[in-house]
Each structure stands twice: as structure tokens, then as C-alpha cells.
């Protein structure tokens, strides 16, 4: 009973800071499209910008994902939001030592032989705190923020009343099952117990691949809203490139990236959901530590098998089978003049898969050119009605782009063509169930809602 009470009294909270944030889109957006009053809609998205920055908890997560979703908010709000960077205040010594023995008891300082006061990293969600096991294992332990179950709940709230003020202005691409799908994965990235089978996985998945190094979650120190893990040595990819690395140190790292975002995906079905710069670090042979499993999706076999089919159809400019992929999609009622709309964006997606040859992820001049395409697919799809994506297309593309961007910031110059057929030679959507359906079972993950 106390601890429904905190929850409730946590969201009201929760909604006082944000409503006004959220409330004043709104506004903005009715104002101007009923009585046509023009607003400063930059100015406007800095300032929610600076408010949830301030705030520890999802929605600013959720706003950059949904920077990269055409037309899921305002381009105004969305380049602005896109500049978010999860990165909260840390909690106090006092507040951690409190919430650890939460978790893990009164006499949980005895657990550890060290335990650094001072958090290593600061997040959405939580925080990292190293230490090390009293037969020397050094760990990263992130604890959870407090009251974030009621946090994410106000949060989706306003995300809600966001997206359906939008939808009732521009409804070019209904986002009803985008709402769906990001509910689903934020309230999944509350539970650490979720998140360590998750890492279990991914430590499957990836055994014996020696560019990618995967942590390991340590059972008897963790718990639903604490998460232990074995500590990965390594250096921020973002700090490394400021400091200069060669051409080849940079295609050696972004290869140790494809291969831990598509393995697992061609091989089990399965994507990490956050494909940005904070989630990868730099070993010092340049392989990679993939880093945060909170946000991890499992596809049905013939959705992975739809992509290889549109890859192919933009491939022989066969339309046939790209409704057939569309369809695996779960796209519904797609005209071919849709279908050709749709493939625009496709053939950015996939147009590095295609050059059989040594080359940068993307050559166009402009680094706007992705969102450039985007909002030509936009304004032709709004002309022809608009579409509705299923809640499944909404971590791929956003993975695509996100992984894309990585792949520009790193400058690699690679045979992506050649690496990429490597990779799905020989697929077979029934042998992939079975790997996935063992790898499931055997890392102990939930059933993906």
C-alpha cells in the first residue's frame, strides 16, 4: 500500500514538471493551426529541451528516438530534442547508500570489498557505481533511480498528449502502434532482472566473436531495480575520436559494430534498440565493449525475413516482392504508388548494401541528407494519404539511422556490400526459430510483449 501511494503521489509530481512542458506544445501547435497565430517554434522547443534535460527519468530518451521518426513530431521539436543527452545529476553517497540497502539489505557494503562513493556514469534511468567482489572481480553496478515506475508512467502520459495533439494536426503517419511500441520497451527497461537475461544473451549470441566484448551479470549481487555486472575496461567512442584515431583503427571498430548489431539480428532475430555513441566503448586493441541491454528487441522470423526481402526487391526493382516484405512487415493496404514512396526511404536505408565496393557508409555531400529523404517521403505520402507503421518497423529504423550515424561519426571506409552478404548467406527463417527459441530459453529472457 505504501509503496502504491509513493507511486501515485511520484507521478503527480512527475506530471507537474512536465505537463507545462508538454501542455505549451500543444498549445502552440492549436493555436496556430485554428486561429493562426504564429509562434517561435524554435525557441519554444529549446526551452522543453532545457526542462527535461534537467529531469532524471525516460521521456528524454524517448524524445531522441522519436527525433529520428519522421514525422512523429514537429521538425522543429525533433532536431532540437535530437540534442538531448541522457547524462542526470548522480545521486548523493547518502541517497546510493539508502537505495543499495534497498536492494540488497542493511549489511550490503559487506558484499563487495570496494564500492566507489562517486558514481561512474549518470543516465536516464540510473547510475554506475565500480567496485570489486571479494575474490577480485571488478563490477559496475548501475542502481536504479527511485520511484521510476510512476516516473515512466507520467512520462508516457505526456508522451500520449503529445503525439495526439500531432496527430490531430498532421496525421501523414499514424504513430498509435509507435506510442504502443515504446511503451512496451521503456516499461520492459525497468526490470534489471529482464535486462541481465538480456546481457546473457547477447553474451551467447556473441561468444567467440573477439572484436565484442559483452559483460556479464552477476546474479547474487542484482535485483529487479540493481543490476551488477563484470566491469569492461575501456574508453568513451566519442572521447576517442576527438582525440584522432587512423583509418584503419576506425574500420576496425566500425567492423566490431556491424558485427554486434548484425549477428544477432540475422543469426536470432534479435537488435539492441540504442545504437548510439554512449553505448559503445573503445578496448585498447580497438575492438568494442557493447554496453546497456535494457532496450532489446526480439523479432518473429519472418519479419527478419522481410528485410532480406526488400533489400532484394530494391535490389532487382522487383515492386512484387517488396509488397511481400512489406506485408511480412506488417504494413497493410499499401498501393504501389505508397509502396514507390516507401522504397525511397528503403533505398537510403539499404544504398550501402548495394555498392559492392570499398566506400563511406554515406557519400551524399550533406550530413541532412538522411532527414532530407525523410521529409520528401513525408510530404508525398501525406499527398497520397499517409501511412500506418507497425509497432515492429519502430526500433528497426531507428536502430538503421542510429547505427548509420555512428558509421558516419567513425568516418570507416568498408566493403558494407560484401560484409552484409557474408552475413545472410544462407538464411533460413526456420533455422533461425530454432537458434532463437534455444538462445531464449537457455538465457532465461521474457517473451517480448
Known amino acids: 500500500m505504501n509503496e502504491d501511494k509513493s507511486n501515485i503521489f511520484g507521478e503527480v509530481r512527475r506530471m507537474a514538471r512536465t505537463s507545462g512542458a508538454v501542455g505549451g506544445i500543444a498549445a502552440r501547435l492549436a493555436g496556430q493551426r485554428v486561429f493562426g497565430i504564429k509562434t517561435n517554434k524554435e525557441a519554444h522547443a529549446g526551452d522543453l529541451k532545457a526542462i527535461l534535460g534537467g529531469l532524471k527519468g525516460p521521456l528524454m530518451k524517448v ?3 522519436l527525433s529520428t521518426i519522421p514525422d512523429a513530431l514537429p521538425a522543429e521539436y525533433a532536431s532540437e530534442l535530437a540534442q538531448l543527452q541522457a547524462n542526470a545529476p ?4 547518502s541517497f546510493v547508500r539508502r537505495r543499495m540497502a534497498g536492494e540488497l539489505g542493511v549489511d550490503w557494503q559487506s558484499k563487495f570489498a570496494t564500492f566507489d562513493q562517486e558514481a561512474a556514469a549518470a543516465a536516464s534511468l540510473g547510475q554506475v557505481h565500480r567496485g570489486t567482489l571479494h575474490d577480485g572481480t571488478e563490477i559496475a553496478a548501475k542502481l536504479q533511480y527511485p520511484d521510476m515506475a510512476s516516473t515512466v508512467e507520467a512520462d508516457l502520459k505526456q508522451l500520449r498528449l503529445a503525439m495526439s495533439v500531432y496527430k490531430r494536426i498532421e496525421s501523414t503517419i499514424n504513430t498509435d502502434d509507435v506510442y504502443t511500441e515504446l511503451a512496451e520497451r521503456l516499461r520492459e527497461e525497468l526490470d534489471y532482472r529482464r535486462e541481465a537475461a538480456q546481457m546473457r544473451l547477447y553474451g551467447q549470441m556473441l561468444a567467440g566473436d573477439e572484436l565484442v566484448s559483452v559483460p556479464k551479470p552477476i546474479e547474487s549481487h542484482s535485483t529487479g531495480r540493481l543490476l551488477t555486472m563484470t566491469w569492461l575496461e575501456g574508453r568513451g567512442l566519442q572521447s576517442r575520436l576527438d582525440e584522432g584515431m587512423a583509418l584503419e583503427e576506425r574500420n576496425r571498430l ?6 554486434a548489431w548484425y549477428l544477432p539480428l540475422y543469426r536470432f532475430g534479435v537488435i539492441h534498440g ?8 573503445v578496448r585498447a586493441d580497438n575492438g568494442l565493449n557493447l ?13 527478419v525475413r522481410g528485410v532480406i526481402d526488400l533489400y532484394e526487391s530494391i535490389r532487382d526493382e522487383d515492386m512484387d516482392r517488396a509488397h511481400h516484405a512489406y506485408e511480412q512487415w506488417g504494413f497493410g493496404g499499401l498501393t504501389r504508388e505508397k509502396m514507390e514512396i516507401l522504397n525511397q526511404w528503403a ?3 539499404y544504398e550501402p548494401l548495394l555498392d559492392d565496393r570499398v566506400r563511406l557508409i554515406q557519400e551524399h555531400g550533406s550530413p541532412d541528407y538522411g532527414r532530407q529523404v525523410a521529409e520528401k517521403v513525408h510530404a508525398e505520402l501525406k499527398r ?14 531507428r536502430s538503421a539511422v542510429g547505427l548509420g550515424s555512428v558509421f558516419l561519426r567513425l568516418k570507416a571506409e568498408l566493403n558494407w556490400a560484401r560484409m552484409f552478404q557474408e552475413m545472410v548467406e544462407g538464411f533460413d527463417a526456420d533455422e533461425l526459430a530454432a537458434r532463437q527459441s534455444a538462445a531464449l530459453i537457455e538465457a532465461g529472457v521474457p517473451p517480448t510483449v
Open 63 to 65: 524524445a531522441q528516438l
Open 90 to 93: 548522480p545521486m548523493g553517497w
Open 254 to 259: 566500425a567492423t566490431a559494430i556491424f558485427h
Open 274 to 281: 540504442d545504437p548510439h555513441l554512449g553505448n559503445y566503448q
Open 291 to 303: 554496453l546497456d541491454y535494457g532496450t532489446i528487441r526480439v523479432f518473429p522470423p519472418k519479419f
Open 347 to 349: 533505398r537510403f536505408i
Open 384 to 397: 497520397t494519404g499517409g501511412v500506418r507503421p507497425p509497432r515492429e518497423f519502430v526500433l528497426m529504423d
